[in-house]
């Protein structure tokens, strides 16, 4: 008789470098983001520069505004890659919605304009599980 003996394999924590660097596409309902993880080489290299102190302080609340203003001007250039389906409520002449086209200064606009924009892209970003490889093995009694 094999005894079962609980393991976490480590190597499940592993991210995919491509999906770190160039994004994966979140769903937030109709909205679509496509997003970098927060420690991809660009952000973190804009972070370090910017503002050393505060490169991994991620939640808002924590924040003072020079460092919110800076975080957004990074997560626009760098996280924020494309979106799918954003609109501003507007419907053509048959009633269909107007998308509103991808752009950087277009998602520094609404960074800075939405909080809860902000700190969706912010939260995407930092979403560990959405960037790992993906194990083939299964977990062995992982709760």
């Not at 910017?50 to 020079?66: G, I, M, Y």
């Not at 560990?128 to 960037?131: K, V």
């Given at each position: 008789m094999v005894k079962e003996v609980k393991s976490f394999d480590i190597t499940g924590l592993a991210k995919d470098e491509n999906k770190v660097e160039n994004g994966v596409w979140m769903d937030h309902g109709a909205l679509k983001l496509l997003v970098a993880h927060y420690k991809c080489k660009k952000y973190d290299a804009f972070m370090t520069k910017?503002?050393?102190?505060?490169?991994?302080?991620?939640?808002?609340?924590?924040?003072?505004?020079?460092t919110k203003t800076t975080m957004r001007i990074g997560?626009?250039?760098f996280l924020l890659l494309d979106w799918k389906n954003l609109t501003m409520g507007e419907t053509d002449a048959e009633g269909n919605p107007i998308f509103i086209d991808y752009s950087e200064q277009q998602a520094l606009d609404y960074l800075i304009e939405y909080d809860e924009f902000f700190e969706m892209v912010a939260e995407d970003a930092a979403d560990?599980?959405?960037?790992r490889k993906d194990c083939e093995k299964e977990d062995q009694g992982n709760l």
């Open positions: 910017a503002n050393k102190k505060h490169r991994r302080r991620f939640k808002s609340a924590d924040l003072d505004e020079e997560i626009s250039r560990n599980d959405e960037y």
